[in-house]
């Protein structure tokens, strides 16, 4: 009887401890914490072609045609060239790149002198750029960025007047009395270039752009005809400073 009271008195023991310990297992919380989400670095790298439209001052160089005969010259410039860049990753959201960039526009027409013979003249005006770039990316959704940024850039702008008969004789080439009249003016120049760029992910490979700049020449060598002689009386306005639109588009790795 005894060995019996003892056996119901320890499961009695033993019913209650369990009970003790499912009420302390229900105190805990086992509810999951949310984890701290973790912002992807920006990373680009990138290579295209790109297309400018350049709005310099043209007004000196279409008086100049004016009075050679020939008809004004359209502006924008249509500048056509190749942009690379990449995020350098030391410095968040900084990427640099390079950019080469080259187009003209022309006026020309046969023109009848004085003396009753014609005349082939023309007048081709043309811009090339190469320039170093530096962007910073502000991502505002996963595909679309805007990125402020500054270039500096080694240009030059090249003017050749030109007129020549319906046939030269080489025998005449550089005589007192030439055939023809060919000049071809050159500067070079660097310029500050500052830019507003907004580009937009397609795919993980495929980006493209939308882009305003302002070209801002600062220095600047002599006007040179052939290569030799300085030009004098050249006009101001006649230089890299204006306004750019680019369109572009990019292969190469995004998030």
């Known amino acids: 009887m005894l060995r019996q009271f003892v056996y119901v008195l320890a499961l009695i023991i033993t019913s209650f401890s369990a009970i003790a310990q499912d009420d302390r297992l229900n105190s805990l919380n086992f509810d999951e914490e949310p984890l701290p989400e973790e ?3 920006y990373s680009a790298i990138g290579v295209g072609p790109v297309m400018n ?20 010259m359209n502006s924008p410039l249509l500048l056509f060239g190749v942009e690379f860049y990449t995020a350098i990753g030391i410095v968040p959201n900084v990427r640099i790149g390079f950019s ?9 027409g046969d023109v009848t002198l004085p003396n009753q013979s014609v005349v082939h003249r023309s007048v081709d005006y043309a811009v090339s750029t190469k320039t170093v770039h530096i962007d910073y990316a502000l991502p505002l ?4 960025t805007v990125l402020p940024g500054i ?5 030059t702008t090249q003017i ?18 030439p055939s023809g009249d060919n000049t071809r003016l050159l500067q070079s120049a660097l310029v500050a270039l500052p830019r507003l760029s907004f580009e937009y992910v397609l795919t993980p490979f495929l980006a493209i752009r939308g882009q305003g700049s302002y070209a801002v ?11 030799y002689a300085t030009v004098t009386n050249m006009p101001n306005s006649i ?17």
Do not use: Y
């Open 160 to 177: 050749d007047v030109r007129q020549n008969g319906s046939s030269v004789d080489w025998m005449n080439i550089n005589r007192s009395e």
């Open 100 to 108: 080469w960039l080259t187009g003209s526009v022309a006026s020309s």
């Open 151 to 155: 270039g500096l850039c080694w240009g």
């Open 39 to 41: 912002s992807t670095p």
């Open 53 to 72: 439209l350049f709005m310099p001052d043209v007004t000196d160089v279409n008086a100049k045609a004016t009075a050679l005969g020939l008809g004004n």
């Open 141 to 144: 959704s996963q595909s679309f």
């Open 239 to 255: 230089s890299m400073n204006g306004f750019s639109a680019q369109l572009g588009v990019f292969l190469g790795l995004f998030n």
């Open 217 to 227: 020449q600062f220095s600047t060598s002599d006007w040179q005809a052939n290569g």
